[in-house]
């Protein structure tokens, strides 16, 4: 049976993973932070963080496909504020760090099923001393030819399909990780977002919604969306 827009949602929103993220540490080309949000949501985060410069746009719905909408993006001016801002949400996390040194590891050989967080670093010099240093692992992806590197959107998806691998063998994607206060709106979005944008127009709160994601509202909310 084909699934409805709403059931398609519910099914996602259910899977979410609030305790793996990705850091992004200023990367700047568009066409890479599209990409990593992309893999971001196809492997089930919530939450993207990136180091970000306070005046340079962010991504659009044309280069990031709509992915940014089903996403908490988390713009820092600086690694250590985008760390503590981790660390806040989790405790126990792990930073990874995608960086060849003495002491990298394999990134298949990382335990994914723990807290994680993936910081991978600016496209041409990498991830800065300062990430390094928040660093509890450094993980590398080996490489078999003359290339020593991968493009920062491609090693980010290896490694984040390398994490679903893990979890679903654990069953992590059973878990119901996000409150009915962050799924409303999101369901509100997807499944309305005409009248959503009229809502938002006028300052007016999301209504309710049943089982079938229809809208449960008073007459008094239609009589205000249309006139206010």
């Known amino acids: 049976m084909q699934q409805t827009r709403y059931q398609r949602i519910e099914d996602v929103l259910s899977r979410r993973q609030t305790d793996l993220t990705v850091c992004l540490e200023d990367v700047h080309k568009h066409h890479n932070l599209s990409a990593i949000v992309r893999s971001a949501d196809a492997v089930g985060c919530h939450h993207v963080h990136a180091v970000w410069p306070e005046k340079q746009k962010w991504l659009t719905n044309n280069t990031s ?68 240093e928040y660093a509890d692992q450094n993980i590398i992806i080996p490489m078999q030819g003359m290339v ?10 290896l490694i984040l399909f390398e994490a679903q691998r893990q979890r679903e063998l654990a069953g992590l994607y059973n878990r119901d990780m996000l409150s009915a206060e962050v799924k409303h709106p999101l369901y509100f979005e997807g499944c309305h977002p005409i009248i959503a944008r009229q809502c938002k127009q006028r300052k007016l709160p999301y209504p309710a919604l049943d089982e079938n994601g229809e809208i449960v509202a008073s007459e008094q909310f239609w009589q205000a969306l249309k006139h206010t």
Do not use: C
Request: proline share 3%; net charge negative.
């Open 148 to 157: 020593q590197s991968l493009n920062v959107s491609v090693a980010a998806a």
């Open 65 to 132: 496909g709509g992915s940014k909408n089903w996403l908490e993006t988390h713009l820092h001016r600086n690694i250590d504020d985008a760390v503590v801002a981790m660390r806040e949400r989790n405790p126990e996390i792990q930073i990874l760090a995608t960086h060849l040194s003495e002491d990298a590891v394999d990134f298949r050989e990382v335990d994914y099923t723990k807290p994680t967080a993936i910081i991978v670093g600016q496209e041409k010099t990498g991830i800065s001393e300062k990430a390094l």
